[in-house]
């Protein structure tokens, strides 16, 4: 099996970006809740992921 490609921070930054015009787009109804829903979870991922990988993390003590 061929792993993917690991996405960077732009690439899930887009992709937040894509899912939330995807919503806007639909018509008021479950999918358009759906993808909504997705939307912030691919922005909350990157904000976790931002935090993660910012250089003032320190290791536990």
Not at 47 to 54: Q, V
């Amino acid at each position: 099996m061929k792993p993917h490609p690991r996405p960077n921070r732009k690439d899930w930054e887009q992709i937040a970006e894509d899912l939330q015009e995807t919503a806007d787009k639909l018509p008021p109804g479950d999918d358009k809740e759906a993808a909504k829903r997705k939307a912030l979870q691919m922005r909350k991922a990157v904000e976790i992921r931002n935090w993660l990988t910012s250089p003032g993390m320190q290791p536990p003590r």
